[in-house]
C-alpha cells in the first residue's frame, strides 16, 4: 500500500524559507510522477510542483523562481524547497503520487499546514 508522509511545514513570517519533505513507500509502480499541491480555504486545489522517475520537474509560474521540487532516491523522499515565502503561499501542502501513464493522481499524503504570516 502506498504511503506519503509530509513533514516540514510550520509558521513563518514573510521572506523565510521552508523544506517541506515527503517520505513514499509501497509504491508498485516503476515509473512515476510525484507532485506537490497545496490547498488554500477557498480556493481551488492548485498543482504547484511535480517531479518525475526520471528527474524532469517543473514548478507552477506562482511559484516559478521560488521553489524548487527534488528528490533523495536513497531515501524516496521528495522535497520542496520553499524560499521568500509570501502570505499568499499559505495553505495546506499535499504530496501526491501517481503512475506515468495514468491520469490522476491516486495517492496522497495527508498534508502539512504552512502559515505565512505579513
Known amino acids: 500500500q502506498v504511503q506519503l508522509v509530509e513533514s516540514g511545514g510550520g509558521l513563518v513570517q514573510a521572506g523565510d524559507s521552508l523544506r517541506l519533505s515527503c517520505a513514499a513507500s509501497?509504491?508498485?509502480?516503476?515509473?512515476?510522477?510525484m507532485a506537490w499541491f497545496r490547498q488554500a480555504p477557498g480556493k481551488e486545489r492548485e498543482l504547484v510542483a511535480v517531479?518525475?522517475?526520471?528527474?524532469?520537474?517543473d514548478v507552477a509560474d506562482s511559484v516559478k523562481g521560488r521553489f524548487t521540487i527534488s528528490r533523495d532516491n536513497a531515501k524516496n523522499t521528495v522535497y520542496l524547497q520553499m524560499n521568500s515565502l509570501k502570505p499568499e503561499d499559505t495553505a495546506l501542502y499535499l504530496c501526491?503520487?501517481?503512475?506515468?501513464?495514468?491520469?490522476?493522481?491516486?495517492?496522497w499524503g495527508q498534508g502539512t499546514q504552512v502559515t505565512v504570516s505579513s
Open positions: 509501497g509504491y508498485p509502480f516503476r515509473t512515476y510522477l
Open positions: 501526491a503520487m501517481k503512475d506515468i501513464s495514468t491520469s490522476t493522481y491516486e495517492y
Open positions: 517531479m518525475a522517475t526520471g528527474g524532469s520537474s
